[in-house]
């Protein structure tokens, strides 16, 4: 591999993959050489539109292929690890969705492989990259609000809510939990400077009538290290929604933090004062400019020989928060971390 130009190779080809593919398109030296999807229709439409010159059926004649270096894996939840360790075992990095695994035993293997070979291994956890999460992050960090005491942060669609393998259990390994709580959770550990989870209580459960063999509504509760705790709501189809997907509040001896809408009240309780940033409109909410740099950062860990962040670790205590929700819901117990 050149470290100025370094091959990457797609494994799935559906929505979410067309988003890391704008986005390596701003990424100087990066360059789309491959893609496998088992739909023949799907995979060489995607060949098209990012005039990418190979487009195979099968994730081993990618990691085959001598011109990728790194590969993008966006597929079912459930072909994640052995995805991953199959990329990192033929030296590939890799760049894996969310959840990065089903389980907490397969999150670890990956971390594993990924040391073993000495590759990068990135997990597509975005809203670390988005600007309105940095500011509030950046104003945590210099105690704009003070000690946080308490967060709330949603991951919910409102009137809508995925269809296709996203609510199939076998290959989704969950549902509302996994593909929106996730997104709140990484969100607000991001938010306040990434501690570890103590405890884990939730109520998880399907209302709507919308799907039958996965979750559509979680409440979170999340104790942590750092004595906040939080509670994260997650869900599909639901009526309302307090917030859109990411959004946090944060509290704190010495103010607020929101983030969606996004602003900082600090101050006195006699005399608050308020910071609300000037950001560039956005497109849509999971706009591209978060995706765009996600891609920056996996290439410059590829070319730097080093761990990206969020990488395998920030994956794993995710995947462990969400195995102890679920756990924490069956059981009608709280789990300690």
Not at 144 to 168: K, L, M
Request: net charge negative; charged share 20%.
């Amino acid at each position: 591999m050149s470290k100025e130009n370094i091959g990457i190779g797609f494994v799935g080809a559906g929505y979410i993959a067309h988003a890391h593919a704008r986005a390596l398109a701003a990424v100087p030296g990066a360059r789309i050489c491959a893609v496998c999807n088992p739909g023949e229709e799907k995979r060489l439409a995607f060949a098209r539109t990012f005039g990418i010159a190979r487009a195979y059926a099968s994730i081993a004649e990618v990691l085959a292929d001598p011109t990728v270096d790194a590969v993008v894996i966006s597929t079912p939840n459930a072909l994640h690890a052995e995805q991953t360790i199959a990329a990192l075992a033929a030296g590939k990095h890799v760049f894996v969705e969310k959840p990065m695994a089903c389980t907490v035993a397969d999150a670890e293997a990956m971390v594993g492989a990924a040391q073993i070979r000495n590759r990068a291994l990135m997990v597509g956890h975005m809203w670390r990259f988005d600007r309105e999460a940095r500011f509030i992050a950046e104003s945590v960090e210099t105690g704009a609000i003070g000690r946080i005491f308490r967060t709330t942060s949603y991951g919910i669609h409102a009137d809508w809510g995925p269809d296709g393998w996203f609510t199939n259990r076998d290959l989704a390994c969950g549902g509302a939990i996994a593909d929106m709580g996730i997104h709140a959770i990484d969100t607000t550990r991001f938010l306040i400077g990434d501690p570890d989870p103590v405890r884990v209580y939730a109520h998880v459960g399907t209302h709507t009538g919308r799907v039958s063999e996965v979750d559509d509504t979680g409440i979170i509760f999340v104790e942590w290290k750092n004595g906040v705790v939080s509670t994260i709501e997650a869900g599909w189809w639901h009526p309302h929604m307090d917030g859109p997907e990411a959004a946090t509040r944060l509290y704190g001896d010495g103010g607020y933090a929101s983030l969606f809408p996004t602003f900082v009240r600090g101050g006195t309780p006699e005399e608050r004062t308020e910071e609300r940033p000037d950001f560039p409109t956005r497109q849509e909410h999971c706009d591209q400019h978060m995706y765009t740099a996600q891609m920056q950062e996996f290439a410059a860990a590829i070319r730097d020989g080093r761990s990206p962040r969020p990488g395998g670790a920030e994956g794993l205590m995710n995947t462990r928060i969400v195995a102890a929700t679920y756990t924490a819901a069956q059981e009608h117990r709280v789990v300690e971390l």
